[in-house]
């Protein structure tokens, strides 16, 4: 094992892409969002609440974000059980609801996005077309 | 007193405006910044991280907005004795460091914006760039 490797990291342009993309998907899906974008670390890049979002998700959305970035993984998909005992542990911040998609290019997870204010599916959708819009594969 | 009245409100579109004037500022100065905007209830609007900024001011960056727009003032004017209780009663919202203004129309504060990253000075320097965007709009200077 080597001590340095080289990795892909998400810029500030690449995260303005992912959150245009997701407004333009909230917006035609008419579910106004809160909607977060973070790096592989988990730390906050981009955040844009639109007009009509909850309140309530704006840490919705920044914890599904650090969920979908941690477990480079989509949100929502633990056991209820093993869901309850991870938000308990991590005081909140690990969130077993949909609406986190991480942020993939050439197989590396570089970021994520968190979406919070409409139903399951429409978080999902939303950050889905959000991810999609950088060209992931 | 009337039961309800009318106030003017920050909408989404006005803080992205906001912002695109603020990052345009600090990539100006070549100082990489974090940007947070919130709305009159100290709620978070818009944030941005530029390439370079620190990772503490994501943080401070939001709480010195919250403390510019529960203030009512810019941020960083607080004597420090007073400055160390408020920071101890809200667990650290307060924060006394200068980077924030109020986002002021009709002598309402509708929001604020807060930055971080750089020195204190250019903190402010893009915060009030970014209120100057807003047509109408005040800083509470």
Known sequence: ?137 | MPDIVATPKLTAAGAARIMAAAIVKAAAMGVPQCIAIVDDGGNLLAFRRMDGAKLLSIRTCQRKAYTAVFNRARSGTVSRELALELALVTQGKFVNLKGAAPIMVDGKVIGAIGVGSGTGEQDLEVALAGIAALPGASSGG
């Not at chain 1, 998907?25 to 988990?42: E, M, S, T, Y």
């Not at chain 1, 959305?61 to 633990?78: D, E, I, Q, V």
């Open chain 1, 1 to 137: 094992m080597t001590d340095v490797v080289p990795t892909l990291r998400l810029t500030a342009a690449g995260a303005e892409k992912v959150m245009a993309a997701a407004i333009a998907k909230a917006g035609a899906l008419g579910a106004p969002q809160c909607i977060a974008v973070v790096d592989a670390g988990g730390n906050l890049l981009a955040f844009t609440r639109m007009d009509g979002a909850k309140v309530h998700a704006v840490e919705a959305s920044l914890n599904k974000a650090l969920t979908a970035a941690s477990h480079r993984a989509r949100t929502g998909a633990m056991p209820p059980e093993v869901g309850a005992a991870l938000a308990m542990a991590t005081e909140g911040r690990f969130v077993n609801a949909k609406g986190g998609e991480p942020i993939a290019v050439d197989g590396h997870v570089v970021g994520a996005i968190g979406v919070g204010s409409g139903t399951a599916e429409e978080d999902l959708a939303v950050a889905v077309a959000g991810a999609a819009a950088l060209g992931a594969k």
